[in-house]
């Protein structure tokens, strides 16, 4: 991909961030996920980072190394006409400079998007406010440079907190965050686990900017979402659980039964598959 069509791309990418319409974003994790997402009219194809992980057998949390996600994004990128946007959980780094120069592998890779954490563990302990903003800031500045501009989905984990507080206080604190990360050069603002309309229209209202919500904790559907303003709805990895679960059902029931329709009646065809992958030899 030459510069000037992922300059396009990333483009096109932010403008769905401001469109009438939600962004729905089923996250995949390798690029037969991705072509068929784009056959069936998605406008983008997004990562998830546990999904990835999943699918190479490590728990999600960068327990896989980041050439390694830049090398799944890489295959995701290259297998589609639309804008790709990778989940690279905390930035496989600390400090804002390295964080910078693992999103420029992202981006070189093809990505137009990522998505950044301000967890310093899952759970835990946040990033402070000001470190986490040096780090978007460190993003956006490398970008510049590329002269790609890169989307950022500044995910703030003040919900998944163990130890957080009350619920009010969570909130004014996700306001705070989402604000300063927008200043920071923020695209949209992804406060993960919030689902209910009140708290999301009131988080939205205060931060200004695009809002990212996951489907998975969602009290409302796409279209009230929309009607409420918020700009993008992501699955996170739902799809690899339900695919999984579709496979553990299968075999269980070969296991149980010995029958095996579940999975050779009623399900895609060699040839059907055929039509979103390459028939060329990898290079």
């Not at 903003?133 to 500044?154: G, Q, Y």
């Not at 996951?214 to 700009?231: F, I, Y």
């Amino acid at each position: 991909m030459d510069r000037s069509e992922q300059t396009d791309r990333a483009g096109t990418f932010l403008d769905l961030h401001h469109a009438p319409e939600i962004l729905v974003l089923p996250n995949v994790w390798d690029p037969l996920g991705a072509r068929l997402l784009e056959e069936l009219g998605f406008p983008a194809v997004a990562t998830a980072s546990a999904a990835v992980a999943f699918s190479l057998g490590y728990d999600d949390g960068q327990r896989i190394r980041v050439s390694t996600m830049v090398e799944v994004v890489r295959r995701i990128a290259g297998a589609v006409s639309v804008p790709v946007t990778a989940d690279l959980e905390a930035g496989y780094a600390v400090e804002p400079e390295t964080v910078a120069a693992n999103v420029r592998e992202v981006l070189r890779a093809g990505a137009v998007g990522i998505n950044l954490e301000d967890s310093v563990t899952e759970g835990g302990e946040l990033h402070a406010i000001e470190l986490q903003c040096a780090r978007i800031r460190a993003v956006r500045a490398m970008a510049v440079e590329e002269d790609v501009p890169l989307v950022i989905n500044a995910r703030t984990d003040v919900f998944l907190r163990k130890e957080g507080g009350p619920r009010a206080a969570r909130v004014t604190e996700a306001i705070e965050r989402g604000h300063a990360y927008v200043e920071a050069g923020a695209d949209c603002f992804y406060p993960i686990t919030v689902g209910d309309l009140p708290t999301l229209t009131e988080i939205r209202a205060a931060v200004g900017g695009p809002l990212n919500v996951l489907a998975t904790v969602s009290a409302a559907s796409a279209p009230e979402l929309e009607a409420a303003g918020v700009a993008r709805l992501s699955f996170g990895p739902g799809l690899i659980r339900a695919s999984i679960t579709a496979m553990k059902n299968a075999v269980e029931s070969l296991r149980r039964t010995g029958s095996y329709e579940s999975f050779t009646r009623g399900t895609l065809t060699s040839d059907e598959i055929r039509a979103w992958v390459r028939d060329t030899p990898e290079p």
